[in-house]
């Protein structure tokens, strides 16, 4: 339905930014909601951020909450995190995701569609 890359990641010093920018090509964007998501070596993926289809509605882990924004530019079909005061802690793989509408209000499932994700590293 939707394919998604990842980019922006890359090497930060503590307390630095990145955005990252989600790409999405075969379906249109505005057709999803969308997430973000992390994932270190041997652990869960962790939910970071989601945005409703409208860009209305945002919610994030209270970990990020107030340092993160995703944001959406569906002209551009594209998605980004924008990461500010970035923590060693959130060295990990960051994962876009694409919820159809069909998925419901439930903001932490129904993510069908995956990238392959980008890696940031947080030096201390």
């Known amino acids: 339905q939707v394919q998604l890359v990842e980019s922006g990641g890359g090497l930060v010093q503590a307390g630095g930014s990145l955005r990252l920018s989600c790409a999405a090509s075969?379906?249109?964007?505005?057709?999803?909601?969308m997430g973000w998501f992390r994932q270190a070596p041997g652990k869960e993926r962790e939910f970071v951020a989601a945005?409703?289809?409208?860009?209305?509605?945002?919610a994030y882990a209270d970990s990020v909450k107030g340092r993160f924004t995703i944001s959406r530019d569906n002209a551009k079909n594209t998605v980004y995190l924008q990461m500010n005061r970035l923590k060693p802690e959130e060295t990990d793989v960051y994962y876009c995701?694409?919820?159809?509408?069909?998925?419901?209000?439930?903001?932490?499932?129904?993510?069908?569609?995956w990238g392959q994700g980008t890696q940031v590293t947080v030096s201390s």
């Open positions: 995701a694409a919820r159809p509408a069909y998925s419901g209000n439930y903001y932490l499932t129904g993510y069908d569609y």
């Open positions: 075969g379906r249109t964007l505005s057709n999803y909601a």
């Open positions: 945005i409703n289809r409208s860009g209305s509605r945002t």
